[in-house]
């Protein structure tokens, strides 16, 4: 009988992991379609979804309750921490670097869209200061990603794929040697 009553308990708790947070994210879909129309509904709703995707939210919803700020923080700071790495290391693992890389830059910009698009309907940011913080951060991540991308396409050594990648971060032109020229000639 024991037993039974500690399965039934384990069962329930189990309930109310996968329940977690579902009550808020139904309010806040629901807050989405009630304040947006047309292209900008959808969009929203994309981008509130693919956020899902994103480390903090995996970690928020593994941990079953709403994390503190701080810890978008850290995770922005340990991100910045990992792409050095591997720019730095990305001859040992190239491909890695690169998946790891495009995750990082795909996360940071749907993170960013969130902040950008869905403050209307979730209330502004805690800090504005803090928000343009971490925004400079994620520009030096969207950098340091672009320069694993150079070092990797372009055979670049880890100086020069962090300058060609601040050189078109700031002009937006193209890394040297990462446009190819063609003549009209070869069309005809």
Partial sequence: MNRERGRIR??????????F?????????????????????????IIYFAKFLTIPAMIELFCRRKLPPW???WFVVVTTIVLVCLLIL????????VIVGTYFLASTIVILLNVLFLTKNFGTPASNERTLLLFVINVVQIILAF???????LG?????ALFEALRVFGTLGYP?????????????
Avoid: C, M
């Fill in 176 to 188: 040297e040697g990462g446009r190819v020229h063609h003549r009209l000639s070869n069309y005809n």
């Fill in 10 to 19: 384990r069962k329930s708790d189990g309930a109310s992991r996968l329940a």
């Fill in 147 to 153: 320069a694993i991308f150079y070092r990797r396409q």
């Fill in 90 to 97: 990305s001859d040992w693992a190239p491909k890695l670097s």
């Fill in 156 to 160: 670049l050594r880890t100086g020069e």
């Fill in 71 to 73: 810890v978008a923080e």
């Fill in 21 to 45: 947070g579902r009550a808020e994210r139904r309010s806040e879909v629901r807050s989405i379609l009630r304040k947006v129309h047309g292209v900008e509904r959808s969009f929203n709703l």
